[in-house]
């Protein structure tokens, strides 16, 4: 039975993932089709880019006080009924303004999942699979990216609308696993609600629940209440913070508009750069599958440390081949940056978000956490075009490397590391003030900063 739940478990959190990484990415392979059919300026492009992270920022927003109301399960439950009707009129090929409007509807949904699926995945899993299963979501996030990146170059004759709307697949396996699954025992627990106690046998949660005892489950906790205690504050903002660096980085440019920068690179439109585009999935599908296999034997803070380091070297090397017309230098600069990126600030937010947060807090925290992310998301978005006409590739891709370096900087001063730690354990470090860098280790550590 415990096979099954963490099968089950996982595939929630795959279809969720899938779903996140096809529908951000898949306007990538026909945006220039949707510019030369709808006649749009750049404004309009990047509207029609931004509409998705603009709709997620407020699924976020709204994912925090209906999950903690109504519990895990049924907020998924929406997210993945939002996707299917956005993907649903997405397949009919609508106009501009209803394309619009299929892509908020996405864009809820995304919103809605990101933030509830990592928490959901971490409260049911054992601590001794949690980092694992957790950052299982950049995986699929990962493979809806290169699925998304390899659909035009496989489906050569299919319309635009049929190329966005296959995201209704996931939506739809998804919400049947959805429907499967239990609720959340810590959720159940913190609500001062019977936990089934059959589910938490099945899930192997009871020796991770029974550890510590958590000081601020119950009805009596508000997050008013416990975000001056300890670490709170800290922790809050250490987890926005790495999920703005995550997006200023330079991800969702180049995941929005990767056909676009290998063009000004120098590659050919058409199937050139869209093949140098799935190469890049290619990669960032490979290396998320080495984070999934390395954040719980390594540790969560060096491969952040490492990883961001490295995505800073990667982009000079981008900055270099725009300066040289080097195309190749710059697709490989652009490769070593995905690579680097996968194992770091790709997986590991998600991961951090979903441990650091005392129970209390864990829906407000997690929603202000990726509220943060798709709000910078849709301002990369909406400006990226812009920015490169302005002032160039180049200098573009420099700011992104100024973001990398900054996150060396945070990753060094601030990340814990929490490998092997349940989360009662975890909290009991945060709500007892412990320092940023000392949480996990179960000793104290100093005051918080």
Not at 342 to 362: D, H, K, Q, T
Not at 391 to 404: P, S, T, Y
Request: one cysteine or more; a positive charge; aromatic letters at 8%.
């Amino acid at each position: 039975m415990r096979a099954i739940a963490m099968v089950l478990v996982m595939l929630m959190v795959a279809f969720s993932g899938i779903l996140f990484g096809y529908s951000t990415a898949s306007i990538a392979g026909v945006l220039d089709h949707l510019k030369e059919q709808f006649t749009i300026d750049v404004i309009q492009e990047q509207l029609l880019v931004a509409c998705l992270p603009g709709a997620s920022f407020i699924g976020a927003v709204v994912a925090g006080p209906l999950s903690a109301r109504h519990g895990r399960r049924l907020a998924l439950l929406i997210a993945f009924i939002l996707a299917g009707t956005g993907f649903v009129i997405t397949l009919a090929t609508p106009p501009y303004g209803w394309l619009i409007a299929a892509r908020v509807l996405v864009g809820l949904s995304i919103g809605l999942s990101s933030m509830v699926t990592p928490m959901y995945a971490a409260e049911i899993t054992p601590a001794r699979r949690r980092g694992a299963v957790v950052a299982l979501f950049q995986l699929a996030i990962t493979t809806g990216i290169l699925i998304a990146y390899g659909t035009p170059l496989g489906l050569t004759g299919a319309s635009w609308g049929v190329i966005l709307g296959l995201g209704i697949v996931p939506a739809a396996f998804g919400l049947v696993v959805v429907m499967i699954l239990p609720e959340s025992p810590r959720w159940l627990r913190s609500r001062g609600r019977v936990v089934d106690d059959r589910a938490a046998r099945m899930l192997d949660l009871e020796a991770d629940m029974a550890q510590v005892p958590c000081p601020a489950a119950g009805r009596s906790a508000t997050v008013r209440s416990v975000i001056p205690l300890g670490s709170t504050r800290a922790v809050l903002v250490l987890c926005s913070a790495l999920f703005v660096l995550q997006n200023l980085s330079g991800i969702d440019g180049i995941l929005y508009y990767a056909p676009r920068i290998f063009q000004s690179l120098g590659f050919s439109a058409g199937t050139a750069a869209l093949a140098a585009t799935f190469g890049l999935g290619l990669l960032n599908f490979a290396a998320t599958l080495a984070a999934l296999l390395l954040v719980d034997r390594v540790g969560r803070r060096p491969l952040l440390i490492v990883g961001s380091a490295v995505m800073a070297v990667g982009l000079a090397a981008v900055v270099a081949a725009a300066l040289s017309d080097w195309p190749w230098v710059g697709l490989a600069g652009l490769g070593v940056y995905i690579m680097a990126f996968a194992m770091s600030l790709g997986a590991l937010p998600y991961v951090l978000m979903a441990e650091l947060f005392p129970s209390a807090i864990r829906e407000t925290g997690i929603a202000v956490a990726s509220a943060t992310s798709w709000l910078f998301n849709m301002l990369v978005a909406l400006t990226f075009l812009s920015l490169v006409e302005w002032i160039g590739l180049a200098g573009v891709i420099g700011l992104f490397l100024v973001v990398c370096l900054v996150a060396f900087g945070v990753c060094i001063r601030f990340v814990p590391e929490t490998r092997g730690r349940s989360l009662e354990m975890i909290e009991q470090d945060v709500l007892a003030g412990v320092a940023l860098r000392a949480i996990g280790k179960g000793a104290g550590g100093g005051a918080a900063r």
